[in-house]
C-alpha cells in the first residue's frame, strides 16, 4: 500500500500560493534510525502524539529507545533517542507517569557484559531524560521487563523473566520499584518445567495484580524437519507484595500456547490474544471466575496479535501481523461472542508489523508498527477512523428536482460520499427538510433517491448532514417548489448530475462496500418479470471515479442477471456506477471499496 504524507505545502504557481490541506487520517513512516519500530503511543492534552520505541544502527546492531512527539496530523515535532555506547539498549513497554513516561528497557549492565538487565528509564513529557536505573538485583545474570505498571504509590512494577546464570532455563520474575527507581521487592517465580516469561500484567479489580505468562516452553525437532515449540498459558492473581494468591493455567497437554497481551472490562471479564503453535491467532474471553467463555483461534487467518484492548462502544480491538498473502499489519474489530466484525490489512511490498494502538477519544485509532523494506525499516504509523480504515472525511452532496406532475413532491438524489452506511460501524444521513417537518435519517446506501413532498408551494432551506463515526459533513440548498428547477450542490464539477431514474427496473449491487469482488444483480419491480429494455439487449455497467475516469466495464449479456467482477486491484475509495442498455441508463449508484 503506497504511504501518502499530506502536508501543509505553500507551491508558488503564476504568482499565487496554493495551500494543501492536511488530512485527518494518514499512513506515515519515519527513518529514525537503520532499523526502528513504534512500541507505545501516548495522547497529550494539546492534541499530539508521543511515540516510544526502539532504533538500531547498522552494522554495529547497538539499539537506542528513541522518544517522537507528532501533531495530529503526523508531521515529527521532535525527536530524541537516547544512545549509550557499546550497550545495545531496548524498550520492552512504556508507560505514562505523573511527570511523564517510565519505560521498562532491557540494557547490559556495562560496555563489556555479555546478555542484559532490566532497568527503568524516565523520560519528562517533553522526552528529556530523567534518570536509568537497574531494576532489581545486580546478581541476576539476565532479566527482562517484558511490561510495566505505574503503581498506586507512584512507584512501578515490572513481569518478565530472568535468567540465574548461563545454563539457566527463563523464570518468572516480577519486581516493585518505588518511586525514585530503587527496589521495593523482587519475586523469582520458579514452579515450572523449562522456559517461561510473564508478557503481560494488569491491576487486580480487588488490589494486587493479574499477570499472564507462558510456561512449560521448549523447543523440539520434527521428525521431518523444522522445529516444535510446546507451553501453556498461565493467569497469576498476586497481592501487593508478590505472593501468589492463585493461579490458572489454559490448554494444559494440547499444543503450544503463546499468550500476548490481555485487558479487562469494566464487569471483571478478560480478553486474551496470542497465539497457538506460532501463526494461528488466538483470542480468548474470560468471566469474571477466570474461565474460558470461549476461545477461537481464527479459522483461516494465519498470524499473531500484539496488542488488545477494550472499544469505547463495548468491544475489542487487535493489531498485530497477518501472514496471509506476505507480512502486513492488520488491525481488526472483535465482539465480545467472539465475531471478527471486520480486519484491516496494511503494508506494501516489504515486511510490516503493527505493535501497538491507541483508540482517541473521537474513535479515531492510532496504529503502529515497523516498515521494513530492502534497506531499512522504519517506524510505521497509521491513523484510522473508527471503522479501521485511512479515508477522506465524508463529503456531504445532493441534488433536487421538483416532480412535474404535482411541484410539492421534490426528488432529492444523495451524492455524499465516504460514509460507508451499508458497512459495520459505517455513518449515516440526515435530511432537514426546511418545512418544519421532522428530520429524516437513513443508515443505508440503497435510499439514495428520496422524495419529499411539501405543505405548500414556497421556497425552502433542505440541509443534508453525512456522518460516519464523529466526522460530519453538512451542505444546504435552497429550492423552490413551483420553478421546476433543480440543482446540485456539494458535487465535484466535473461530474455532473444526472436525471432521476424512471421506471422499473433497479439493480443490487452488493457487497457495499466491496473488498476484493463486486456482483452486480439485475432485479426487475414489474409483476411480468421482465428485465432491462423490452426484455432484451445486453447491458452495459461502468465504474467511475469521481472525477469521472472509467475505472473498469463490463457487460451482463442478454439474459444473463448476475455478474461478478473482481475490484482487488482498484484504490481504496468510493466510485460512481451506471449501468446502460440500449442508450438508456437502468441504474446508476455509488459504492465504496475498501481493505
Same mark, same amino acid.
Given at each position: 500500500?503506497?504511504?501518502?504524507?499530506?502536508?501543509?505545502?505553500?507551491?508558488?504557481?503564476?504568482?499565487?500560493?496554493?495551500?494543501?490541506?492536511?488530512?485527518?487520517?494518514?499512513?506515515?513512516?519515519?527513518?529514525?534510525?537503520?532499523?526502528?519500530?513504534?512500541?507505545?503511543?501516548?495522547?497529550?492534552?494539546?492534541?499530539?502524539?508521543?511515540?516510544?520505541?526502539?532504533?538500531?544502527?547498522?552494522?554495529?546492531?547497538?539499539?537506542?529507545?528513541?522518544?517522537?512527539?507528532?501533531?495530529?496530523?503526523?508531521?515529527?515535532?521532535?525527536?530524541?533517542?537516547?544512545?549509550?555506547?557499546?550497550?545495545?539498549?531496548?524498550?520492552?513497554?512504556?508507560?505514562?507517569?505523573?511527570?511523564?513516561?517510565?519505560?521498562?528497557?532491557?540494557?547490559?549492565?556495562?560496555?563489556?557484559?555479555?546478555?542484559?538487565?532490566?532497568?527503568?528509564?524516565?523520560?519528562?513529557?517533553?522526552?528529556?531524560?530523567?534518570?536509568?536505573?537497574?531494576?532489581?538485583?545486580?546478581?541476576?545474570?539476565?532479566?527482562?521487563?517484558?511490561?510495566?505498571?505505574?503503581?498506586?504509590?507512584?512507584?512501578?512494577?515490572?513481569?518478565?523473566?530472568?535468567?540465574?546464570?548461563?545454563?539457566?532455563?527463563?523464570?518468572?520474575?516480577?519486581?516493585?520499584?518505588?518511586?525514585?527507581?530503587?527496589?521495593?521487592?523482587?519475586?523469582?517465580?520458579?514452579?515450572?518445567?523449562?522456559?517461561?516469561?510473564?508478557?503481560?500484567?494488569?491491576?487486580?479489580?480487588?488490589?494486587?495484580?493479574?499477570?499472564?505468562?507462558?510456561?512449560?516452553?521448549?523447543?523440539?525437532?520434527?521428525?521431518?524437519?523444522?522445529?516444535?515449540?510446546?507451553?501453556?498459558?498461565?493467569?497469576?492473581?498476586?497481592?501487593?507484595?508478590?505472593?501468589?494468591?492463585?493461579?490458572?493455567?489454559?490448554?494444559?497437554?494440547?499444543?503450544?500456547?503463546?499468550?500476548?497481551?490481555?485487558?479487562?472490562?469494566?464487569?471483571?471479564?478478560?480478553?486474551?490474544?496470542?497465539?497457538?503453535?506460532?501463526?494461528?491467532?488466538?483470542?480468548?474471553?474470560?468471566?469474571?471466575?477466570?474461565?474460558?467463555?470461549?476461545?477461537?483461534?481464527?479459522?483461516?487467518?494465519?498470524?499473531?496479535?500484539?496488542?488488545?484492548?477494550?472499544?469505547?462502544?463495548?468491544?475489542?480491538?487487535?493489531?498485530?501481523?497477518?501472514?496471509?498473502?506476505?507480512?502486513?499489519?492488520?488491525?481488526?474489530?472483535?465482539?465480545?461472542?467472539?465475531?471478527?466484525?471486520?480486519?484491516?490489512?496494511?503494508?506494501?511490498?516489504?515486511?510490516?508489523?503493527?505493535?501497538?494502538?491507541?483508540?482517541?477519544?473521537?474513535?479515531?485509532?492510532?496504529?503502529?508498527?515497523?516498515?521494513?523494506?530492502?534497506?531499512?525499516?522504519?517506524?510505521?504509523?497509521?491513523?484510522?477512523?473508527?471503522?479501521?480504515?485511512?479515508?477522506?472525511?465524508?463529503?456531504?452532496?445532493?441534488?433536487?428536482?421538483?416532480?412535474?406532475?404535482?411541484?410539492?413532491?421534490?426528488?432529492?438524489?444523495?451524492?455524499?460520499?465516504?460514509?460507508?452506511?451499508?458497512?459495520?460501524?459505517?455513518?449515516?444521513?440526515?435530511?432537514?427538510?426546511?418545512?418544519?417537518?421532522?428530520?429524516?435519517?437513513?443508515?443505508?446506501?440503497?435510499?439514495?433517491?428520496?422524495?419529499?413532498?411539501?405543505?405548500?408551494?414556497?421556497?425552502?432551506?433542505?440541509?443534508?448532514?453525512?456522518?460516519?463515526? !464523529?466526522? &460530519?459533513?453538512?451542505?444546504?440548498? @435552497?429550492?423552490? *417548489?413551483? %420553478?421546476? #428547477?433543480?440543482?446540485? $450542490? +456539494?458535487?465535484?464539477?466535473?461530474?455532473?448530475?444526472?436525471?432521476?431514474?424512471?421506471?422499473?427496473?433497479?439493480?443490487?449491487?452488493?457487497?457495499?462496500?466491496?473488498?476484493?469482488?463486486?456482483?452486480?444483480?439485475?432485479?426487475?419491480?414489474?409483476?411480468?418479470?421482465?428485465?432491462?429494455?423490452?426484455?432484451?439487449?445486453?447491458?452495459?455497467?461502468?465504474?467511475?471515479?469521481?472525477?469521472?475516469?472509467?475505472?473498469? !466495464?463490463? &457487460?451482463?449479456?442478454?439474459?444473463? @442477471?448476475?455478474? *461478478?467482477? %473482481?475490484? #482487488?486491484?482498484?484504490? $481504496? +475509495?468510493?466510485?460512481l456506477y451506471v449501468a446502460e442498455q440500449a442508450g438508456s441508463v437502468l441504474a446508476r449508484g455509488k459504492v465504496a471499496v475498501v481493505r
Amino acid at each position: 500500500m503506497q504511504k501518502i504524507i499530506f502536508l501543509f505545502t505553500a507551491l508558488l504557481l503564476q504568482g499565487y500560493y496554493i495551500l494543501e490541506a492536511q488530512q485527518k487520517y494518514f499512513e506515515r513512516t519515519y527513518l529514525v534510525q537503520d532499523i526502528s519500530d513504534a512500541r507505545n503511543f501516548f495522547l497529550n492534552q494539546d492534541g499530539s502524539y508521543t511515540v516510544i520505541g526502539n532504533s538500531m544502527s547498522v552494522p554495529n546492531l547497538i539499539g537506542a529507545p528513541f522518544y517522537m512527539r507528532l501533531n495530529e496530523f503526523g508531521d515529527t515535532l521532535s525527536l530524541k533517542k537516547y544512545m549509550y555506547t557499546n550497550r545495545n539498549t531496548t524498550i520492552w513497554d512504556a508507560v505514562e507517569t505523573q511527570n511523564g513516561y517510565a519505560l521498562a528497557i532491557c540494557q547490559p549492565q556495562t560496555d563489556t557484559s555479555v546478555g542484559c538487565n532490566a532497568h527503568l528509564m524516565r523520560l519528562s513529557y517533553t522526552g528529556e531524560l530523567l534518570n536509568l536505573s537497574l531494576a532489581g538485583s545486580d546478581t541476576i545474570y539476565q532479566s527482562w521487563g517484558r511490561s510495566i505498571l505505574h503503581t498506586l504509590d507512584n512507584g512501578y512494577i515490572m513481569a518478565g523473566l530472568i535468567i540465574p546464570d548461563t545454563s539457566s532455563h527463563n523464570k518468572l520474575y516480577i519486581v516493585k520499584l518505588n518511586v525514585d527507581g530503587s527496589m521495593d521487592w523482587e519475586k523469582i517465580y520458579d514452579y515450572f518445567a523449562y522456559h517461561n516469561m510473564f508478557m503481560d500484567i494488569l491491576p487486580a479489580t480487588d488490589g494486587g495484580y493479574y499477570v499472564l505468562g507462558t510456561i512449560g516452553r521448549w523447543q523440539i525437532a520434527l521428525p521431518f524437519g523444522g522445529w516444535e515449540y510446546l507451553g501453556d498459558i498461565l493467569i497469576y492473581k498476586i497481592d501487593d507484595l508478590g505472593n501468589v494468591e492463585w493461579e490458572e493455567i489454559y490448554f494444559v497437554d494440547e499444543e503450544f500456547e503463546a499468550p500476548i497481551s490481555f485487558c479487562q472490562f469494566e464487569d471483571g471479564q478478560i480478553f486474551l490474544a496470542g497465539a497457538r503453535n506460532l501463526y494461528n491467532e488466538l483470542i480468548m474471553k474470560l468471566d469474571t471466575s477466570f474461565n474460558i467463555v470461549w476461545s477461537s483461534f481464527a479459522g483461516e487467518d494465519v498470524g499473531q496479535p500484539s496488542y488488545i484492548t477494550p472499544t469505547l462502544d463495548g468491544n475489542i480491538l487487535i493489531s498485530g501481523v497477518s501472514f496471509v498473502g506476505g507480512t502486513n499489519g492488520y488491525v481488526s474489530k472483535v465482539s465480545p461472542n467472539g465475531n471478527i466484525l471486520w480486519k484491516r490489512i496494511y503494508g506494501d511490498a516489504g515486511h510490516d508489523y503493527f505493535y501497538t494502538h491507541l483508540i482517541l477519544p473521537d474513535g479515531s485509532i492510532l496504529i503502529g508498527g515497523r516498515n521494513d523494506m530492502s534497506s531499512s525499516a522504519e517506524v510505521y504509523v497509521v491513523k484510522t477512523n473508527c471503522m479501521g480504515l485511512v479515508t477522506p472525511l465524508p463529503q456531504a452532496s445532493f441534488s433536487w428536482q421538483a416532480n412535474e406532475p404535482n411541484p410539492l413532491a421534490v426528488q432529492f438524489n444523495n451524492f455524499s460520499q465516504y460514509v460507508y452506511a451499508d458497512s459495520i460501524d459505517g455513518g449515516k444521513y440526515i435530511w432537514e427538510w426546511g418545512d418544519g417537518s421532522p428530520s429524516t435519517t437513513f443508515t443505508s446506501e440503497s435510499f439514495s433517491e428520496v422524495f419529499h413532498y411539501y405543505p405548500s408551494p414556497g421556497t425552502y432551506t433542505v440541509t443534508l448532514t453525512a456522518i460516519v463515526c !464523529q466526522d &460530519t459533513s453538512s451542505i444546504q440548498a @435552497t429550492i423552490e *417548489t413551483l %420553478s421546476g #428547477a433543480g440543482g446540485t $450542490v +456539494g458535487l465535484p464539477p466535473d461530474i455532473p448530475p444526472t436525471d432521476p431514474l424512471k421506471g422499473e427496473k433497479t439493480m443490487l449491487v452488493y457487497p457495499n462496500p466491496a473488498t476484493n469482488t463486486l456482483t452486480f444483480q439485475q432485479v426487475s419491480k414489474s409483476p411480468s418479470g421482465d428485465l432491462g429494455v423490452n426484455g432484451a439487449g445486453d447491458l452495459e455497467i461502468k465504474l467511475h471515479t469521481l472525477t469521472g475516469q472509467t475505472a473498469l !466495464q463490463t &457487460t451482463l449479456a442478454a439474459g444473463e @442477471t448476475v455478474k *461478478t467482477i %473482481s475490484v #482487488a486491484h482498484l484504490p $481504496v +475509495g468510493m466510485y460512481l456506477y451506471v449501468a446502460e442498455q440500449a442508450g438508456s441508463v437502468l441504474a446508476r449508484g455509488k459504492v465504496a471499496v475498501v481493505r
